[in-house]
């Protein structure tokens, strides 16, 4: 949402279609509402859009095969598989830090905590890329959560020429790590903390 809002097309871009990498929120508050952002940002690239006329997350894995094989998603699966850059983030798993080490001097910045937390955490969800989830070894995981998703998936992200993903701070050092373990991301932007963090584990 802060990247969309505060991109200043500058180099006179046009014939550019921008595409949702995932389905839609029922959350009101507009940094959530994925379609209105690509309409704003293709409008500023002098482009198109398109829009996902379903839910990130199914009700169930026969609902999401359904909403993928409708029309309207096919077209969309066939923009996946094409894309020249691809801007992501990195959601995280706080339900999974002690919130004792967050909070305790930045210790989530040392390294020989995160590898601590390595260990704790090698095959759980440590964060996701476009709502898919994803272990610290970099894989995604083959669970019930992701089975629903309506989104992007490992294969058209790796196959993406240029992904470029924005997060930081120390409640998503493992997710980025985690993320970047995928080879799906090569460019990461991140603050300096974050980026010791990860370049010394």
Wanted: some cysteine; glycine content about 6%; hydrophobic content about 40%.
């Amino acid at each position: 949402f802060e990247f969309m809002s505060s991109f200043i097309n500058s180099h006179d871009l046009g014939n550019i279609e921008v595409v949702p990498l995932i389905g839609g929120t029922n959350r009101m508050s507009s940094e959530y509402q994925l379609n209105e952002m690509v309409r704003q940002f293709a409008e500023k690239l002098n482009g198109t859009s398109s829009f996902i006329h379903a839910p990130a997350y199914a009700e169930s894995v026969k609902d999401r095969e359904l909403y993928m094989k409708s029309q309207s998603m096919q077209s969309i699966i066939e923009k996946w598989s094409s894309l020249d850059v691809a801007v992501v983030s990195v959601g995280s798993m706080p339900e999974y830090y002690d919130k004792n080490i967050i909070f305790d001097n930045n210790a989530l910045f040392d390294p020989f905590v995160i590898k601590e937390l390595f260990h704790q955490n090698e095959d759980r969800a440590v964060g996701d890329i476009c709502g898919r989830r994803l272990n610290i070894k970099g894989s995604f995981l083959d669970c019930e959560h992701n089975q629903k998703l309506i989104a992007i998936d490992g294969k058209n992200l790796a196959a993406t020429k240029k992904v470029i993903c924005i997060a930081a701070g120390r409640h998503k050092v493992l997710s980025i790590i985690g993320a970047l373990r995928t080879k799906t991301i090569n460019m990461l932007v991140t603050d300096e903390a974050t980026a010791k963090t990860v370049l010394a584990v």
